[in-house]
Nanobody, 121 residues
Framework: EVQLVESGGGLVQPGGSLRLSCAAS????????MTWARRAPGKGLEWVSG????????VYADSVKGRFTISRDNAKNTLYLQMNSLKPEDTAEYYC??????????????WGQGTQVTVSS
């Protein structure tokens, strides 16, 4: 059974940092690109970042470029999102997904349950 379990969310002040994790199981993690996306309250799904299967290619949304870093540890079957210089507009539920298709949402078959990030003073 494919499972993606996000963790690491929480409440942080503006300018702070968080590291999200996505623990993967039930498939060959090292064979797939991976994606982070988010959904802010009252808004649609927003693509945040993608990474290829070996971590050699990483892409970011303009809204997070220079502040967020996506990475992966294939030995631990885990995807990460390091978030620095957080802003209130980063407040959202963050999801990981198998694949790296940008915002072509219909191409993603598996998603995690999400982890909430709230940026507020």
């Amino acid at each position: 059974e494919v499972q993606l379990v996000e963790s690491g969310g929480g409440l942080v002040q503006p300018g702070g940092s968080l590291r999200l994790s996505c623990a993967a199981s039930g498939f060959t993690f090292s064979s797939y690109g991976m994606t982070w996306a988010r959904r802010a309250p009252g808004k649609g799904l927003e693509w945040v970042s993608g990474i290829d299967s070996v971590g050699g290619s990483r892409v970011y949304a303009d809204s997070v470029k220079g502040r967020f870093t996506i990475s992966r540890d294939n030995a631990k079957n885990t995807l990460y999102l390091q978030m620095n210089s957080l802003k209130p507009e980063d407040t959202a539920e963050y999801y990981c997904a198998i694949g790296a298709f940008g915002n072509s949402w219909t191409k993603y078959d598996y998603w995690g349950q999400g982890t909430q990030v709230t940026v507020s003073s």
